[in-house]
């Protein structure tokens, strides 16, 4: 390949500006990571710049390099949080077998971190400073898609039916999800208690057809289906 | 009665201390109404108790004397403007005749209003103030119940019936509200475009019985019914 052909005439200009932007990039989610870790520790307020650059072994410099200030670091820190838990629920989901045991643990991936809590303060920053809401605007936008992507294909892929429009059921999902974690935040609710009552207010969004029904494995907590063609009869 | 014939014998104590618990609630409510007003201008940082003294026509210390921190008078002004707002809704909603009227006139008049995003801002403070979270925990457990205690009552009173059990519906009510407001406010959704959502995510609550639908009052957005036996039929 011409790359590799090139690298052995170094300095090759086009490889160490890849390289710098590897470097950049690295350094940009080491960032991310230490700043997520202490805002969601101890709150906006309550970190320094100087506190998340010796958590990821940096310069205060470079944080204002790659995000300018606290708050736009705080925000980006959100967003992908947030939108990392929606795509690992998303995947631990996928692995169920039936749809009540698929939104049970999207439910459960969602509300089992703290990173709607986390996103929930950015989106009532912005409400104050109207520069860092394009960002937040483009995570909301990319929750609802994404969400409605994965919904739909796997509908489509298992045969299920979904009991509301695909759209609807993504949506109400991430609207539920912030409205649960508000007010468990102010009754102060464990996260067992939060995925109970998401739960509970989500109801069941969708349908496996009779036959996959009768084929899908049968959870301890699912009610063996009432079915007079199923090979076994519950006991009444 | 016996407290007119006395307050003739003035001083009666009881009445001067019944007049000063009524001068009492009528300044704490003029402050509260106050406060709410430039809160919502301006939000927590903008304002000074200075400021809602001003407007109130009182003295600071009277802040302070009745609800000791602009903090704790923030959340309180919220926690009554969201009850205030809840109950403003039933009252709309339950001059409404069907089961879509009523659902589409609670969710506009609690989106026509800016309370419920002025209580999220409480919330989202309670989650470091804890001191100030028993006031917000109550007054969501108000709104639930109130909710939930309206709701059961149309449908009991008219004969409607509910999809979901009522208490999910009203919990669900308020959780889709406050999730809905914190997405839109930050992707600069308008009040009207906030309802719209609001119902979309919520779909239709309830039914009358097809008596009930045959009697009603045709709205200019109702879908005519397509009854047979009804008078007029719908030209096609």
């Not at 932007?21 to 350094?27: W, Y």
């Not at 609207?175 to 649960?180: E, L, N």
């Not at 995925?195 to 907590?221: F, K, S, W, Y």
Request: hydrophobic letters at 40%; glycine letters at 6%; one cysteine or more.
């Amino acid at each position: 390949m011409k790359s590799a052909a090139t690298s052995e005439r170094s300095p090759d200009p086009r490889h160490s500006v890849r390289a710098t932007r590897t470097a950049g990039r690295a350094m940009r989610s080491r960032l991310l990571a230490a700043a997520s870790r202490l805002f969601r520790e101890r709150g906006l307020t309550g970190v320094s710049i100087a506190d998340i650059a010796e958590a990821a072994d940096a310069f205060p410099s470079q944080i204002t390099y790659y995000f300018r200030t606290k708050e736009a670091l705080f925000v980006e820190a959100a967003c992908r949080d947030v939108l990392y838990v929606g795509r690992a629920a998303e995947q631990h989901a996928g692995k169920q077998l039936s749809p009540s045991d698929y939104t049970r643990a999207l439910v459960e991936s969602v509300m089992g971190t703290d990173a709607v809590g986390f996103f929930v303060e950015t989106m009532t920053m912005t409400r104050r400073r109207q520069d860092l809401a394009p960002l937040v605007e483009r995570t909301v936008e990319r929750l609802h898609a994404e969400g409605l992507r994965a919904y739909a294909a796997e509908m489509a892929a298992r045969g299920w039916h979904s009991r509301l429009d695909p759209e609807t059921s993504a949506r109400r999902f991430w609207a539920i999800a912030i409205g649960v974690t508000i007010e468990g935040q102010a009754m102060g609710r464990s996260a067992d208690e939060l995925a109970a009552e998401m739960r509970g207010l989500r109801g069941p969004q969708a349908d496996a057809p009779p036959d996959a029904a009768r084929l899908r494995v049968i959870g301890a907590n699912d009610p063996v289906p009432d079915t007079p063609s199923a090979g076994k009869e519950k006991q009444r």
